[in-house]
Structure formats: structure tokens, C-alpha cells
């Protein structure tokens, strides 16, 4: 037929989508999933954060992860100049799982989609969405495989197209990002690595000694292999000579620590890089189209903050959509848009003071208070839609007291007042 019908069609089968269409699912709703590229496909953003757990077993996905065998995750690990300094995720204020996964997304993306569909969800590969008409309910054009052009007509469209950004380009809603563009290169090295001290339960960020807004990842597989990148602006990697994986390698190597680390890797996947990758928009919903994940808001992956927003905007967005569908009135902006924000927000003010140095003096800080760690800790566990935590929700004027004390404790009055 060149014409179907739908509750909701959904771009993108990437996390945000594959649990948004599993919730509506749930609720009885007819689903249609669009995905332009064929599962399993290379995605980055490798290290999951606990609280997007919470999403996956909303979901009813969580048995067929823990089975998978990816790599366990407790925590967060920083190094700067010879300074280590972790995060347990378990040790944190906010209710909810402490631990997580680091996986390589082709896997893990396909595990989510495919249990998706084992529930009953229709998800359709290789079907790319062009075009979308609102004067009426929305009505989406696609592309098939056999170059042929059909329509989707539904009550409500969810954009999960990540990177790919249909509706904002559609639409005319991208909007400046509020980061300097930034650009990473990364790889998966076969990581030989033989010092009994590193902990594969983290994923390890280690700043460059020289310049402090340079900082590498380094996230250990289940499988004796490591995903390793550099992120940096664009003008400070322009002095790198050589191929990719020259210019990776020969930064990598001017961080003694990692240097060390990984002295006998071996490069295991062709490197790759990315530019300008944040992003943000005018508009997130509206009656009629809500933004998941990455095709809203991207910020920055310093605190592997990716695929939680994008499970946590499904999870809303799901709620607020079984609402209108079951015939009660939703108000987009104050219901899903504002409080997606609150959480996104917490982690704009984060990386923000990463990249300016405030927020690295807290991490390397020696002595810090059991409390405030706590309540940090929630956040770099992904908790930062819990309002109960002051450094949500007060999030920049908190960090500021906190950078005060670390970096004069003796003039800064007690930590009770915090
Ligand atoms: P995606 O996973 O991008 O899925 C979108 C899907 O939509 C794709 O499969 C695509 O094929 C499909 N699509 C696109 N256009 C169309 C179309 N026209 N029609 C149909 N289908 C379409 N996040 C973390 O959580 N942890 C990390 O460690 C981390 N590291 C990162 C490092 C870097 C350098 C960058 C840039 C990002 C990182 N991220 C990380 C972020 C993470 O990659 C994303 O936030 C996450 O993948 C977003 O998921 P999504 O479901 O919104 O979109």
C-alpha cells in the first residue's frame, strides 16, 4: 500500500527509539518504527550511566541485558597529572541501580530493537523518513530500499533520529548550541593492558597535562578490548600530523598515565572522527511531534550523559503521548519539555565547568565532604532529574560553593550550610 495508518511513528531505532516504542507498545498503542540503516550499525556513546537502567527495565528489557555479556560498570574513574580519583556509583544520594554496562553499541542497540520487536513492536529497516506534513495530523513521507515513496499517517510522531536531526532540519527548529564545537577521535584498541590496578568497572577519563579542556576516554569492553578517544576543540588538534590513527596515537602518548596504560595496544577498528557534534533546538514538542534523545538537545559526552537523556526523554515522552492518546489533555512544554530540561540542564552546568576548570578542582579534590560527593556522585550516575538533590536543582549556584571551598577551603565557611 503506498499509505498506512498509525498511532505513533517513530525515526529511528537507536535507544530513545527502541524504548519509547516498547512503552506505547506496552499501553497498547499501534507503534510504527522507521529505521533508515540496517541493525547491527556502529554508533559511539559506549558508557551508560546506572539510572537509564530504571528505562530499560520500564521497558522490560533488562533480562535479555544482563544475559548479554557486556562489560560491568560501578563507577568513574579521572586522572590529571598523575592525580586518580574515582566515582563508585553506588555510593551516591539518589535511590535507584548503582551499576551499568559499557557496551559497543552495534550489539546493544540491536539487543534493544530486537527485544522490542520480540514484544510485538513493528520496526522497519532500511526505511528512511523524508518528509512530514502537519497542516492536518502528521503525515510522514518515506523511502524505501526499492527507492519508493510512501506515506505514514499518524497521530503523533516521535523523533529518536538522533544525529541524523529529521525534524529539526524538516522543521527549521535547530538552534545554535550553547559549547564551542568540539571534536573527537576515537577507535576500539585491542588494550593488552597488564597493570593489575586499572579498573575495567570504569571508564577512565584522563585530562591531557598541558591543556585542561583536552581529555581522552578510555572504556574497557567485556572482551579484552578498549573504545578510546580524544575530545578537543578543533584548532588544538590541527598541530597532529599524520593519519587518524597517527594523530590519536601521538596524543594519546603525551599523557604519561594512558601512555603507560596502554603500551602494548594494538589499533583494533579503523579510527574515526566527529565534528560539531552539539547541538540543540527552539522547540521540543507540540501536540503533534515530541524531539527524543539526540535529535533535541546533544551536549557534550564528557559525563556519558547520551544515552540516559535519551532514554529518560523516551520514557516522558511515553507517558505524555498515552495520555493525549487515551484522550486527556497534555501540555508539551510544561508536562515533557520543562521538566527534560531540569535534568539536562544539571549536566549543562557540569560541563560547562569542566571545560572552564571549576568542575575538575572538585573532582581532584583531596578531601571532599562524604555528603556532597554523594550528591555529586547521583548526578555523574545520571540522576539529575532528582529535585530532592540540591545540586540539581540550585545546580550552578551549588557547584560555585563547592568550587569555593576546594579551591580555598580555609576562607569557606562550613560545609553544613551546603
Ligand atoms: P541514535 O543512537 O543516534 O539513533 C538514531 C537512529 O536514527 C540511527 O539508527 C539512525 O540510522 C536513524 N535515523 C537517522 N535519520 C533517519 C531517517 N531520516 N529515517 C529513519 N531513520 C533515521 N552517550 C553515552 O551515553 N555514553 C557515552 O560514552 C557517549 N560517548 C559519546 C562520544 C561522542 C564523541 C559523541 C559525539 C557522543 C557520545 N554519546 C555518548 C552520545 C550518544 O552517542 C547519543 O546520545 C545516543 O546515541 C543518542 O541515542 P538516540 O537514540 O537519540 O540516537
Redesign the pocket.
Known amino acids: 500500500p503506498n499509505s498506512l495508518d498509525v498511532d505513533v511513528a517513530i ?7 527502541a524504548i519509547a516504542a516498547s512503552l506505547l507498545h506496552q499501553q497498547g498503542k499501534r507503534v510504527l518504527v ?4 540496517h541493525f547491527p ?1 556502529f ?6 550511566l546506572p539510572c537509564c537502567m530504571q528505562f530499560i527495565e520500564e521497558a522490560g528489557m533488562l533480562d535479555a541485558l544482563n544475559a548479554a555479556g557486556f562489560q560491568h560498570k560501578n563507577g568513574a574513574a579521572f586522572r590529571r597529572n598523575g592525580t586518580y580519583t574515582t566515582f563508585d556509583f553506588t555510593d551516591k544520594f539518589t535511590p535507584g541501580p548503582g551499576t551499568t554496562f559499557q557496551v559497543q553499541r552495534a550489539s546493544f ?1 540491536k539487543l534493544l530493537a530486537d527485544t522490542a520487536q520480540s514484544q510485538g513492536v513493528d520496526i522497519r529497516y532500511g ?3 523524508e518528509a512530514i506534513d502537519l497542516t492536518e495530523n502528521p503525515r510522514l513521507t518515506v523511502r524505501n530500499e526499492q527507492g519508493e515513496l510512501y506515506q505514514i499517517n499518524a497521530q503523533y510522531v516521535l523523533d ?5 536531526r ?1 525534524l529539526p532540519r524538516l522543521l527549521n527548529l535547530e538552534s545554535p548550541s550553547c559549547l564551542p564545537p568540539r571534536s ?1 577521535i ?1 577507535t576500539h584498541v585491542e588494550d593488552n593492558i597488564s597493570d593489575a590496578s586499572f579498573d575495567r568497572n570504569k571508564i577512565l577519563i584522563s585530562v591531557h597535562p598541558e591543556h585542561k579542556d583536552i581529555w581522552y576516554w578510555l ?1 574497557p569492553f567485556s572482551n579484552g578490548r578498549c573504545s578510546l ?1 580524544v ?1 578537543a576543540e578543533p584548532q588544538l588538534l590541527e598541530r597532529l600530523q599524520g593519519s587518524l590513527e597517527q594523530k590519536l596515537m601521538s596524543i594519546v602518548n603525551e599523557e604519561p598515565g594512558l601512555k603507560a596504560l596502554l603500551a602494548n595496544a594494538k589499533v583494533a577498528q579503523e579510527c574515526a572522527t ?1 565534528k560539531g ?1 552539539s547541538a540543540n533546538v527552539s522547540r521540543l514538542a507540540t501536540g503533534k511531534f515530541a524531539l ?4 533535541g538537545e ?1 551536549l557534550d ?1 564528557v559525563f ?5 537523556i ?1 532514554m529518560q526523554s523516551a520514557s516522558m515522552a511515553a507517558k505524555c503521548l498515552t495520555k493525549q492518546l487515551n484522550g486527556e489533555t497534555v501540555d508539551w512544554q510544561a508536562d515533557y519539555s520543562t521538566p527534560l530540561m531540569q535534568g539536562v540542564n544539571a549536566f549543562r552546568t557540569y560541563v560547562q565547568a569542566w571545560y572552564d576548570g571549576r568542575f575538575q578542582d572538585v573532582i581532584f579534590y583531596e578531601e571532599p565532604n562524604e555528603r556532597i560527593k554523594q550528591m555529586i556522585c547521583s548526578i555523574l550516575a545520571g540522576y539529575a532529574w532528582d529535585t530532592n538533590n540540591p545540586f540539581v536543582k540550585d545546580s550552578e549556584r551549588r557547584l560555585n560553593m563547592i568550587v569555593e571551598l576546594c579551591r580555598n577551603p580555609a576562607a569557606t565557611p562550613a560545609f553544613a550550610e551546603v
Open positions: 525515526i529511528g531505532a537507536g535507544p530513545s527509539g522507521l529505521e533508515k540503516q550499525r554508533s559511539i556513546g559506549e558508557s551508560l542497540d526505511e528512511t523518513v529518536a533520529s538522533g544525529f541524523g529529521v573527537a576515537f572504556i578517544g575530545v566527529l557534534y527524543l534523545g539526540n535529535a546533544f559526552p556519558s550523559s547520551g544515552v540516559t535519551a
